[in-house]
Structures are given as C-alpha cells and as structure tokens.
C-alpha cells in the first residue's frame, strides 16, 4: 500500500514544474548514486559468482607442472669386490620435467548440496537487491517531502514574522500616541524576535534536510517541485479492504520472508553438505609426466616418460569426529 501511494505521488510530482526537481527525478539519481544502494548492488553481483563456483566442483581440473633440478653426489669406494662402473669423486647433473594433471570429479555429494547452496545464494540476493530498492524509494520519499515540509514551515514562519512586525510597529505608534504602555511594546518586541529565531531555525532545518537528500542523489538538489492541486488529493481504500488478506499477502509476497526462507534453506543444505562428508568420493584422473636428466648417479643421461589413467576412491572411515560435530553444529 504505501510503495502504491508512493508510485502515484511519482506521476503527480513528475508532472509538477519542469526546472523544478521533481520527486520521480530524484529517484532515478537516487538508483545511480544512493552509497547504500550501490552496496546493495554490489553484494548482489558479487552473490551471482557463487553460482559459477558451484558448477565449477563438477567440472575437470587441469594442472601443468614444471620443475627443474641440479644434482650432486660425491662417489667413494672401498672394499669392493667387482670394479665399480662409475669412478669415485664428485658428479653434478641438471634436471628438467614436466607434467600434466588431469582430475574429473565422478562422485562427489558434498558439492551437489554446495551447488544448491548457491542457487539459493543467488536468489536470496535477488530479494534483497529488490528490498535495497523498495527501501531507497521510502528513503527518497522521506528525505524528499522532509524539504518540502521544512519549506513550507519557512513559509509559515515567514508569515508570522510579516504579522507579527506589523504587530511591533502598532505597538510602538500607540506607544508614541499613548494609547499603549511600553510593557505591550516589549511584549510586542519579544514575540517578534521569537519569531526571528524560528526563521533561523526553519531555515537551517531546510539546509539540514537538504543535506540528507545529497547523501542519497550526489549532489546539491536544486528547487523541489510541489504537489500540484494542494487540498484535491482523495485518498482511497485499500483493495482489498481486509486485513486478512494482506496479512496472507505479506506471508507470499514479502521479500523479508523471502529472504529469511532463504537464510533456512542455506542452513538446511549446508547440514547436507556437512552430513555427506561421511561419504566416499570417486575422481577419474589422468596424467602426463617427462623427466630428464643430462647424467645421473649411474654415470649416464636418461629420459623417462610416463602416462597413467585411472580412478581413485577415498572412503573417509574416521576424522576424530569432526565430520560429526560439524554436522550437530
């Protein structure tokens, strides 16, 4: 209901006086510069990653080793029988080799209960990005009718200081003619002056509140426009006009609700993915490795490649109970 009256005043206002600012104006800068919206945003793509990181845990890891080696060994010999085929003092050999590493994830529970955390994740983000937005619009709605109602306590203010001088000046002519004590011309006086400090005060109300509105919009806003056709605005009922309804309403289409059913439900698979950490887990893996060596330790140079493929099984049996007090937590 109120985001209802809210969309209404946005038409009547943004039909109000072109230079003016008017509040539909204020708003579409608010989306673009509101701080707190913006964070909102950004939590909420920053929310969107989680879901690439889910599906990524059923997809191949691929990995390129490198390395490089210098080798040392120092050869003496003594009572030995059958001559030794590499001669005794120091030997030094470099080294190269490389591999490529391949693990495909065949059975893993863990990150199918991970996976659907993130689908949540993203759509609990979604809901909060909208609350962001229903929330800045009450916000810019406040701060933008608090100007206009501190201009128009100006305006008051400014009359009553018109009245209350004239008020001043009767006093002091019939103070002069005698019709009037110097009492009612201090009374006159004091009431005058209370009216100069509510000016000030109205007026530093008017920069205050402006203020507020620039944390939203960026910027210093210019003139507000007003509601046009002060004293024809009819308010109607509700529709529907029972409170019923909308209390049933807020239970389906709340984005409170939704988030915080969200926020249940990541607790809920975040027990899954605890709870099937008690399960085995099933990799396919492949391999590539080259090894060479300029000599070695029997005197001559040699080359070794290997390749393996594969499928290994890890059967957790026992952590010292972590898995099962990560699941009672």
């Known amino acids: 209901m109120h985001l209802k009256a809210l969309a209404w005043l946005l038409l009547g ?4 006086c072109a230079v003016a600012d008017d509040l539909l104006t204020v708003y579409r800068e608010g989306l673009q510069s509101d701080p707190v919206f913006a964070a909102a945003r950004s939590s909420y793509e920053a929310s969107k990653e989680k879901l690439p990181q889910g599906r990524a845990l059923f997809l191949p890891n691929l990995n390129v080793t490198a390395g490089a080696n210098y080798n040392a060994a120092d050869y003496k010999y003594f009572n030995f029988t059958v001559p030794p085929t590499t001669p005794a003092g120091n030997v030094t050999w470099p ?5 490529l590493n391949l693990t495909q994830p065949l059975l893993h529970l863990q990150n199918n209960a991970v996976y659907d955390q993130a689908q949540i994740l993203v759509a609990q983000a979604e809901s909060q990005l909208a609350q962001a937005g229903q929330d800045l619009m009450i916000r810019v709605a406040q701060a933008y009718f608090d100007v206009l109602l501190a201009e ?3 305006d008051t203010v400014k009359a009553q200081k018109v009245a209350t001088a004239e008020q001043l000046a009767q006093a002091k002519r019939n103070f002069q003619v005698g019709t009037a004590t110097i009492t009612d011309t201090y009374d006159a006086q004091a009431r005058y002056d ?3 400090a509510q000016e000030i005060t109205a007026t530093n109300d008017i920069e205050v509140r402006r203020a507020a509105l620039q944390q939203i919009i960026g910027r210093a806003p210019g003139p507000l426009a007003r509601p046009q056709g ?9 529709e529907p006009n029972n409170m019923e309804a909308w209390v049933q309403a807020a ?3 709340s984005l409170q609700v939704a988030i915080a059913k969200a926020s249940m439900d990541i607790a809920v698979k975040e027990v899954d993915r605890n709870r099937a950490a008690h399960y085995p887990t099933i990799d396919a893996v492949a391999s590539a490795n080259y090894n060479t060596q300029n000599a070695s330790q029997l005197g001559i140079g040699q080359t070794l490649t290997q390749a393996q493929i594969g499928v290994v099984l890890n059967y957790p049996l026992y952590q010292g109970g972590a898995i099962s007090s990560r699941v009672r937590e």
């Open 13 to 16: 206002l943004a039909s109000g």
């Open 95 to 99: 080294g190269w080799n490389a591999g």
């Open 152 to 154: 128009y306590e100006l």
């Open 194 to 196: 209370l009216v100069v």
């Open 230 to 238: 002060q004293g024809q605005i009819t308010l109607s009922a509700p």
């Open 251 to 253: 239970y389906s289409n």
